[in-house]
């Protein structure tokens, strides 16, 4: 009896949060990250924002250039030339990325935004940042 009451604890807990993040989830979720700070559930996310993501770019143009300046230009020309629309598409991704963050006010980072309208920082799970917002939520109707 008490494993069956056991069990159905943690069937409801479990039906709570799903709820919970269901309930969320309907909404609009970014995540605003950097390689260093990763988020739990993150592909959940409608949209996660690397804030070290032009950096990664520009890491791989730059990667083991020729000492010679023109030599180096060149082999950065090409790569960019080779990477084509899918390289701009990326370029442009992480650049916005960063202004959306920017205009948004985020100041610190992982940072878990709901609808623009709300936000939790340091939080590296998921659910348990949308929890939190729903909580708040639920206390500022």
């Given at each position: 009896m008490h494993a069956f009451l056991a069990h159905l604890g943690q069937t409801l807990?479990?039906?709570a949060l799903l709820l919970v993040t269901s309930n969320v989830a309907a909404a609009e979720i970014w995540i605003v990250t950097d390689t260093r700070h990763p988020v739990a559930g993150a592909q959940a996310a409608d949209r996660v924002i690397q804030l070290d993501a032009a950096q990664a770019i520009e890491a791989e143009?730059?990667?083991?250039?020729?000492?010679?300046?023109?030599?180096?230009a060149a082999l950065v020309q090409r790569r960019l030339n080779d990477g084509g629309h899918a390289l701009q598409q990326r370029m442009r991704e992480a650049y916005q990325g960063v202004t959306d963050a920017w205009s948004l006010g985020i100041t610190s980072i992982p940072a878990v935004i709901v609808d623009q309208r709300y936000v939790v920082?340091?939080?590296d799970d998921l659910d348990q940042?949308?929890?939190?917002?729903?909580r708040?939520?639920?206390?500022q109707p």
């Open positions: 807990a479990l039906s143009l730059s990667a083991r250039l020729p000492n010679d300046p023109q030599q180096a920082y340091g939080e940042a949308l929890a939190r917002i729903e708040y939520r639920e206390e």
